[in-house]
T-cell receptor, first 116, second 117 residues
């Protein structure tokens, strides 16, 4: 069965410093990977996705993620963090194997805290 | 971009009553919508997959008679929590797939906060 792991419950970064939010996955075929951000009491906002092609994917708000097949990872990165980036970040893999109709399987989430 | 709305954004109801939550795709057609539940500081758990014109597919452990899902049109799916109890209090989020885009993306609604007293 496919799964997603986000090993860090929280990541603390100083404003202006680079940030990384980690994600590893386990799938039986080619992975379709996603990153979403959630602000308090709000739904999820799409950041970026990897389906195929370049391993480095650029997304919204200056975020990017690198697909690493050998390490089965899809870490989210940003060169310079902003206080406004503070939120809950979810990594997800598309569960289109078997009869799951393409639903997303989410990691547990990582809270990003950016301090001024 | 594709927009998904949910109504209401929050609701408080008494134990034993039923609550209906609407999920609408505003500018695209969604043959498939998904309903998720999120507990505080936890991830989203898929409850069911809703297909237009057919019965919803429920995940293991989700009571289909308690969480009634109706996907009556290509832009509307509803989740009805029947005979609600305090343990049903949660944040319910829907999402929809835009099949015409072919991008596998899901677009999420803003969520509905349900509190059962």
């Amino acid at each position: 069965a496919q799964s997603v792991a986000q090993p860090e419950d929280q990541v603390n970064v100083a404003e202006g410093n680079p940030l990384t939010v980690k994600c590893t996955y386990s799938v039986s075929g080619n992975p379709y990977l996603f990153w979403y951000v959630q602000y308090p009491n709000r739904g999820l906002q799409f950041l970026l996705k990897y389906i195929t092609g370049d391993n480095l994917v650029k997304g919204s708000y200056g975020f990017e993620a690198e697909f690493n097949k050998s390490q089965t990872s899809f870490h989210l990165k940003k060169p310079s963090a902003l206080v406004s980036d503070s939120a809950l970040y979810f990594c997800a893999v598309r569960g289109d194997y078997g009869g799951s109709q393409g639903n997303l399987i989410f990691g547990k989430g990582t809270k990003l805290s950016v301090k001024p | 971009g594709a927009v998904v709305s949910q109504h209401p954004s929050w609701v408080i109801c008494k134990s034993g009553t039923s609550v209906k939550i609407e999920c609408r795709s505003l500018d695209f057609q969604a043959t498939t919508m998904f309903w998720y539940r999120q507990f505080p500081k936890q991830s989203l758990m898929l409850m069911a997959t809703s297909n237009e014109g057919s019965k919803a597919t429920y995940e293991q452990g989700v009571e289909k008679d308690k969480f009634l899902i109706n996907h009556a049109s290509l832009t509307l799916s509803t989740l009805t929590v029947t005979s609600a109890h305090p343990e049903d209090s949660s944040f319910y989020i829907c999402s929809a797939r835009d099949l015409s885009s072919g991008s596998y993306e899901q677009y999420f609604g803003p969520g509905t906060r349900l509190t059962v007293t």
